[in-house]
Structures are given as structure tokens and as C-alpha cells.
């Protein structure tokens, strides 16, 4: 026993490296109102960080391009195919999401002038990129414990360093201050073991311990939900995304619950559960199904307004939708089996935010 754990502890530290490594090719090319030099300049070649975000990127990015830039303040956004980027989102997440045949290097355009602010939420700086992430990292604790506290009460130093190890790709930086805030790992008896309960079970530890020992397990999720034709063969031939209203954007963390004549929950399980108005052309099925995830639509109330607002796109898609069929379903750029272990997945492919991001590619028949 002692020999396989250690080896499961080995293949999750292998996942982690991985998906801290996990980067993007990017050509980054200069768009054409911005030019304001003959002969334009050449396209920029990054690799963008899969847990990164794309605000961190402008300094190298602006550099290459100085030269060619026309004068005045900079407004930096990105854009794929006419569709300009949520900075906010990792961008991973945008690739799996947008890239229906992944194409390498990802060509993007990037302006330094006319943002869209109608479509994007401001985005000042690293300052605003920070903010957001330690507000997912807040929301995510939420959802786990029951409080953001741990975050809340992190001394201005350890957010400092925290991040820094995040925006820099540092692993053992991240883990020395994350392993602080006890979120993890999910455990497969279904409960999380919080600070608080850790102490009480360690001043009773000649006990056994109970099976109501800790908390219900929580896995923060956020679902990227975009439909595709349903007469499609190949998802290489799927149309661009052109717009963010036909996207679902979810937040709706998932509730380990064990189920008897169940060895243990698929991923498949948890989408079921997760986004049931996907699975199910009955309205009421779709109500008991989203009960039985414990109404995981809600977080904390304290959540980015950007974050927030996609919520209801969902819904609106929802009512649209009947008999919808899941195509594919990425995270982390891997195209997953239905059948993976969805503690497994959450607990080694989730992001420094404690999320785990998943992108479902559907099918979907209009009323």
C-alpha cells in the first residue's frame, strides 16, 4: 500500500511539472492601424504559459514592436480571428477553447490602441491581473472551506511571493507558500480536511476517525461550454468563435458524493452533474440533477463582476438547448476520456488558482 501511494505522490508531482511547464507557441502580429513604420515589423514568437495570462506578456511584446508603435497612451488587447481575448482567462484556456484544430504557432493580432471596453473589462496593468487572480484564489477557498480566511489572513509578503511564483512559472516557490492555505488535495473519501478539522483530528488521534470527519468535498470548477454544428464530422472543421454571447461561461463548483455501487466518480459523472442542461432534454430532471450538486451555481459573493456576468449567457444558451451532445471536453490541452477519474483530473490538472478549468465542445440542436 505504502509503495503505491508513493508512486501515485510521484505521478502527481510529474502532472504538476507538467502543467506549470505546459506553454503555448505564440506569433504575436502587430495590427495594421498600429503600424506607423515601412516596412512593417516582423511577427513576435513567444511561448505563452498555459496558467499565464496574456496582460503579462506586453512588456516583451511592446519592446519587439516599439519602433513601429504610434505615439500617445497604450491600450493593449489581443485578438483571435476577430474575437479580442478575456484577459483574464488563462491562456490555455483560450487556446483549448477558441482552438478547435490547435494550431501552432497561435496567431494572434495585438493593438495597442481602440479598446473594445464594450466587450472587455478594463485591464491597467499587472496590478488588475494580480487582483484577479488572488480574487479567483478567494473565491476557490470559498467554495472548498466555507471561508476565504486563509487567503484574507496571508501576510502581505506571502501574496507577494505568491504570485511572483505564479506570473514566474516557479512551482516549488508556489508550493511552499500554497501548501499554507490546506486546499488540497481533494481526498477520494469524499471529504476536504480543513485547518480547523486537521487540529481536532489530531487532539483525538487515538480515535478512530469518524466517516463525517471534515468537510463535504468541493472542487471549484469553471466551464467553458461552446457549441459546434450538429451535423459536424470532424471538430477541425467547427466555425470560429465570433462572439462571447455564444459561449457559456460557468462557474459551478462540483460535491463529492459517494455513490453506492460506485467504485469511484468519472469525469464523465461530473459533467452529467455539472451542466445537466447539456445532458438532459427534461426540464425537471435538469432541476433534481442541479439539487444533487448541492445549487453549486453560488460562490462567494464577493467575486469579480467580469467573472460573474457570463453566468446568465449560460443560462440563456441553456434555454435553447435540447439534447445537447458533449463532442469533446479539453483541459490542460488534453483531450480527456469520460471515463478518467474526475478526482484525479481535478486534483492534478487544476490551475494555481485552485480551479479547474474544463472546455466542452458540444453539438446542439435549436428549438
Known amino acids: 500500500m505504502a509503495a503505491a501511494h508513493e508512486e501515485a505522490a510521484a505521478w502527481s508531482e510529474e502532472a504538476a511539472r507538467r502543467v506549470w511547464g505546459g506553454a503555448v507557441p505564440l506569433q504575436v502580429h502587430l495590427h495594421d492601424a498600429d503600424v506607423t513604420a515601412l516596412p512593417p515589423p516582423p511577427p513576435f514568437l513567444t511561448l505563452g504559459p498555459r496558467i499565464g495570462y496574456l496582460p503579462l506578456l506586453i512588456p516583451v511584446i511592446k519592446a519587439h514592436f516599439s519602433n513601429a508603435l504610434p505615439p500617445g497612451v497604450d491600450t493593449v488587447w489581443f485578438e483571435y480571428k476577430g474575437l479580442p481575448l478575456k484577459w483574464y482567462v488563462p491562456i490555455g484556456v483560450l487556446f483549448d477553447l477558441l482552438c478547435t484544430d490547435p494550431e501552432r504557432p497561435w496567431n494572434l493580432i495585438v493593438h495597442f490602441r481602440g479598446y473594445p471596453s464594450e466587450i472587455l473589462s478594463p485591464c491597467e496593468g499587472e496590478d488588475i491581473v494580480k487582483w484577479s487572480y488572488m480574487n479567483s484564489l478567494k473565491e476557490a477557498t470559498f467554495i472548498i472551506t466555507g471561508n476565504s480566511k486563509s487567503v484574507m489572513n ?43 478539522t486537521e487540529r481536532q483530528h489530531q487532539q483525538s488521534s487515538d480515535e478512530p476517525e469518524s466517516p463525517g470527519f471534515g468537510k463535504p468535498c468541493r472542487v471549484p470548477v469553471r466551464l467553458y461550454v461552446r457549441g459546434v454544428q450538429e451535423d459536424l464530422e470532424d471538430i477541425e472543421d467547427a466555425m470560429p468563435v465570433r462572439d462571447w454571447e455564444s459561449v457559456s461561461y460557468i462557474n459551478r463548483p462540483f460535491e463529492i458524493r459517494k455513490v453506492e455501487g460506485r467504485s469511484y466518480i468519472t469525469l464523465g459523472h461530473a459533467l452529467q452533474t455539472l451542466l445537466p442542461e447539456f445532458f438532459s432534454s427534461d426540464t425537471q430532471n435538469a432541476e433534481e440533477v442541479d439539487s444533487a450538486a448541492g445549487n453549486s451555481d453560488t460562490t462567494d459573493p464577493s467575486r469579480s463582476s467580469q467573472e460573474a456576468e457570463p453566468a446568465s449567457v449560460s443560462l440563456r444558451e441553456a434555454e435553447i438547448t435540447k439534447k445537447a451532445k458533449v463532442k469533446l471536453v479539453r483541459v ?36
Open 154 to 196: 496571508m501576510s502581505q509578503a506571502d501574496q507577494v511571493a505568491l504570485w511572483e511564483s505564479v506570473r514566474k512559472g516557479n512551482l516549488g516557490g508556489y508550493k511552499n507558500i500554497s501548501t499554507r492555505l490546506k486546499l488540497a488535495p481533494f481526498e477520494e473519501d469524499g471529504l476536504v480536511r480543513t485547518a480547523s
Open 332 to 367: 490542460q490541452g488534453i483531450e480527456l476520456d469520460m471515463d478518467i477519474p474526475f478526482l484525479w483530473v481535478a486534483n492534478n490538472l487544476k490551475n494555481p488558482e485552485f480551479y479547474l478549468h474544463i472546455c466542452v465542445y458540444v453539438s446542439t440542436r435549436k428549438q
